[in-house]
């Protein structure tokens, strides 16, 4: 046997390539910051950008036409407290920002909004602390219960539920469907690290985080506790589950693709992003070709769905088909 046959040309390889990302697989995240007059460059990710409510548009028309379908967006008020008020605020900046872009474009594209209070507190934790400076669960259901709300009646077609609360899957399901939001469907980050790889997110978010998220969301050593968590949010309702950060949990993305039910997301997260941006920049390695395989190498591992801040620079590409 010669496997090398297989591989002799690239019409060859092209025929027998057994995993293809499209550009409607991938899932693009935008920032969109009040107050601001032009688009902000993210210093720790270069290439992207916080939007003004203006460029938000325009940044989405960009999107559509290069044949991608669906946008994460991720909203930073200009006031935050204590209870993050401005995250269940019907005219504040993510509602108002949904609200704008589904009038743009309708059903063309699918529109996801961020579901977690870490950009509206000032801790920016992702939900209410209790006295002891814990993130009170249950109280903090309660919010997420409204937000979702106000982001299904913007216009949200899906919501990502970011925040690693127990049973917000359930708590959320069910507010939106007393609301009669049935059609809004939950994008659940099922199987979510505490990961150094968030960092330039911060950043991007402008959040002064005091402490870490140890207490709520999952910790790198273990494998079956996403298992466990990924099955839960399937029963309570999750129309698909995300596992994050993707590049150092493939083994994850594996095992849920197997067992769950529902498609399975990843995210390349934005450390993952400044990793290969900055060895790119100084020419250690060569940014499209690594684009190309972490999306592959994710794809392969059984996530259908990939999150990712490459998503324009791979549809650019894909459409010119040079791959
Ligand atoms: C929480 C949230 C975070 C990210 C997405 N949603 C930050 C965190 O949990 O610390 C990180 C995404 C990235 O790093 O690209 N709302």
């Not at 911060?202 to 494998?223: C, F």
């Amino acid at each position: 046997m010669r496997p090398r046959r297989l591989r002799s040309s690239s019409a060859v390889r092209e025929l027998v390539a057994e995993n293809h990302v499209r550009s409607s697989d991938l899932i693009y995240p935008i920032f969109v910051r009040e107050g601001l007059s032009s688009p902000r460059e993210i210093e720790s990710m270069p290439g992207v950008f916080q939007h003004s409510e203006a460029s938000l548009l325009v940044e989405i028309d960009e999107v559509l036409a290069l044949g991608i379908r669906s946008v994460m967006l991720f909203a930073i008020p200009e006031h935050r407290d204590e209870v993050g008020s401005e995250a269940l605020n019907e005219n504040g900046i993510l509602a108002r920002s949904v609200r704008a872009v589904k009038e743009r474009v309708g059903d063309r594209l699918v529109v996801i909004a961020d579901l977690c209070l870490d950009e509206f507190t000032s801790h920016g934790h992702c939900g209410v602390l209790c006295s002891s400076g814990d993130v009170d669960n249950d109280l903090t259901l309660m919010k997420y219960s409204e937000m979702a709300r106000v982001l299904g009646k913007a216009g949200a077609d899906m919501l990502g539920l970011s925040g690693m609360m127990d049973n917000q899957v359930a708590a959320v399901r069910e507010s939106l469907d007393q609301a009669g939001l049935q059609d809004v469907a939950i994008l659940a980050y099922a199987a979510k690290y505490a990961s150094a790889f968030y960092g330039p997110f911060r950043d991007a978010v402008e959040s002064q985080l005091t402490g870490d998220r140890r207490g709520y969301q999952q910790d790198p050593r273990n494998r079956k506790e996403a298992a466990r968590e990924v099955l839960l949010d399937i029963e309570q309702g999750a129309d698909i589950v995300m596992v994050k950060p993707a590049l150092s949990y493939l083994d994850i993305v594996s095992d849920i693709a197997s067992l769950s039910n529902v498609p399975v997301a990843a995210y390349v997260v934005s450390g993952e992003y400044a990793m290969v941006e900055l060895a790119a920049s100084v020419g250690l390695i060569d940014r499209d070709r690594s684009i190309f395989e972490i999306l592959h190498s994710v794809k392969r591992s059984g996530a259908s769905l990939i999150c990712t801040y490459w998503a324009k620079d791979y549809a650019r590409r894909d459409h010119i088909g040079n791959l």
